[in-house]
């Protein structure tokens, strides 16, 4: 099988983070991002429409040199380009310039200087002193390092879900093309929508003739085939992960999908609750001494056991039996119950596309509106707006929604929280505006008691609506920041601010566990993409996920309410 998207995006960033190390064209740089960008987002196998003779220069940005490059990556798994340069500079250094705090200036510097290619190398000189000597490294700099490293090393890597769903696509494709397949299912932690997870766990019912246990190991993307039998393998795949595939009678497939859904505290506390009524369940199904009583579907599993259907992502062991039993589980929100997006990003900051084509994506996946909140002016390296410059932004929307009757794009800002807890952008603007979403961009580091003083001080401003990604976290780079958090639930509840669910994948930000906090807090929640781009709309359905996951329904996200409530609800 051919090269997947992550993994052309991968070869294309590596390509331009060595680029950049190099100095080379900005311009060069800057067309090999968006190159990873459009083929990371786009939503089919960018080989398969090569394999389908389609022109790749239909994508955005792409144009017939990089189509081509595409092309190769997609037939060889390799970019000849890339292997060229790294004769001159080594690839790891690219991996350095994934870490916080260190852009291709440092990343340079600390080559050039200490010939640091690796992240071992990096911790060592962080530890000797010896970066604190160049120029720019003060001790701050090198603990900050350090701290990532660790961060970095901690545990076992885990797949971001996005990421998992990427490698997982094409797999149950090429699962389902095979002959005699039936059901193809992902279980475990990527069902329950957890935003990260440790492996892939499949389920498969086939017919007796089908070779499906054979030609699963034989998937190109295959590294490694760790165990393999007729009902169970264990594959590892190039890109690191694990894959358990396993095929079952059509009778038990409720049984082991539920079984390998988990989770295993879920599991087990069902269980009991089944031998308190003289029953057994295990991954075939439900018996009353030897005779299986259900097992064909999950529903026909829960009803056995005297049990509502109860979703995935409620199966955590958190209260969502005790829950079902008293006839008491939520209505669990979905993506249609969004009516729109509360925090995007136009091209007049960092965002690739214009005014126009964000509101027309919003439009076109059927919403109400879409808030506009690009980056305030402390934010230099997004290009942040400026006072006069967003009343500029506020007149073009103006000028937009006296065009259009049924969509309305709302005026915002993403204003940043400095460090004294005052916002960026003076009152006399933010009042015009119908969204004011603000964040902490900078001085993560804080200790808790001033990260929190800070953050609070912001909600004294009456014209913050929505505090985006409270705690920064980038899922596997960067920490949360330390700030008390149920502090900041309690008075952002009492101050009638909102909190943001932010559904890009790198972020889920608020987390599930997080955000069911702050429900019980008794605070406002909002689920926003943080879209730079249209396609960036689409991962709203991430940021549902996590939503279902703290129990959340329709209703108490704040965005699933029409234009009119919405407005009322914002309002402190
Ligand atoms: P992960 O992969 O770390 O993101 O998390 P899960 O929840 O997908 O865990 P995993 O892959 O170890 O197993 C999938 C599900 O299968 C798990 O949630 C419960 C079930 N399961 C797997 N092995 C066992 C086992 O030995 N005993 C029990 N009770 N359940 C198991
Ligand atoms: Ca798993
Ligand atoms: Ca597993």
């Known amino acids: 099988m051919a090269a997947d998207n992550a993994e052309i995006a991968e070869l294309f960033n590596r390509y331009a983070d060595l680029l ?294 409620l199966r955590e062991a958190r209260g969502e039996i005790e829950a079902a039993r008293a006839g008491k589980l939520p209505a669990l929100i979905e993506l249609k119950d969004m009516c729109g997006d509360l925090h995007a990003h136009t091209n007049a900051t960092d965002g690739h596309d214009t005014l126009a084509a964000m509101a027309e994506a919003a439009r076109a996946r059927g919403y109400q509106y879409l808030a506009i909140t690009d980056h305030s002016k402390h934010l230099t390296v997004a290009r942040g707006l400026n006072a006069k410059q967003l009343f500029a932004q506020i007149r073009a929307i103006d000028k937009l929604n006296a065009k259009s009757r049924d969509f309305r794009v709302l005026k915002g800002t993403e204003v940043d929280i400095l460090e004294d807890g005052s916002l960026d952008l003076p009152d006399a603007v933010l009042k015009e505006l119908d969204v004011v979403v603000a964040a902490v961009h900078y001085q993560l580091e804080l200790p808790v008691a001033k990260q929190t003083s800070r953050i609070l001080k912001s909600f004294d401003n009456r014209y913050l609506h929505i505090l985006a990604h409270p705690t920064t976290r980038l899922i596997n780079t960067r920490p949360e920041i330390a700030a008390d958090m149920s502090k900041i639930y309690a008075a952002a509840a009492a101050a009638g601010v909102a909190l943001e669910i932010n559904a890009n994948p790198e972020r889920l930000d608020l987390d599930d566990i997080h955000t069911r906090a702050a429900h019980e807090a008794g605070c406002k929640l909002v689920i926003s993409t943080d879209a730079h781009s249209t396609s960036g709309l689409n991962d709203m359905r991430f940021g549902v996920d996590q939503a279902r996951r703290a129990w959340l329904e329709a209703g108490e996200v704040l965005n699933s309410l029409l234009l009119m409530g919405l407005l009322q609800k914002l309002s402190r």
Request: aromatic share 6%; proline share 5%; hydrophobic share 40%.
């Open 20 to 313: 950049e190390i190099q100095d080379a064209n900005p311009f060069r740089v800057r067309a090999y991002r968006n190159a990873a960008r459009v083929v990371g987002a786009s939503s089919r196998a960018v080989s398969e429409l090569v394999a389908e003779g389609r022109d790749l220069d239909e994508l955005p940005g792409i144009g017939k040199d990089l189509a081509t490059k595409i092309e190769v990556i997609v037939h060889t798994g390799r970019l000849p380009q890339l292997e060229q340069l790294e004769k001159q500079v080594p690839g790891s250094l690219s991996d350095l310039m994934r870490l916080p705090g260190l852009g291709p200036k440092r990343v340079k510097l600390l080559y050039r200087e200490l010939d640091i290619r690796s992240h071992e190398d990096l911790q060592r000189a962080a530890r000797s002193g010896q970066l604190t000597a160049l120029p720019g490294f003060g001790e701050k700099t090198a603990a900050r390092i350090l701290a990532s490293l660790e961060h970095h090393s901690t545990g076992p890597q885990r797949f971001k879900l996005a990421d998992a769903e990427q490698i997982a696509s094409p797999l149950l494709k090429y699962l389902q093309g095979i002959h005699g397949v039936k059901r193809v299912e992902v279980a475990g932690s990527f069902r329950r929508r957890c935003a990260t997870v440790g492996d892939l766990d499949i389920l498969v019912t086939a017919t007796r003739d089908s070779q499906v246990m054979a030609k699963f190991v034989k998937y190109d993307a295959v590294a490694e085939v760790l165990s393999q039998g007729a009902t169970r393998s264990t594959v590892k795949l190039r890109n690191g992960i694990q894959v358990d595939l396993r095929l079952m009678p059509e009778v038990s497939y409720g049984a082991a999908l539920y079984y390998f859904t988990g989770s295993k505290a879920h599991n087990i506390a069902v269980r009991k609750l089944a031998a308190d009524k003289g029953l057994k369940i295990n991954e075939y199904g439900v018996y009353r001494g030897p005779r299986r009583i259900a097992g064909r579907t999950e529903q026909e599993l829960f009803s056995a056991v005297g049990l509502p259907f109860i979703p995935p992502e």
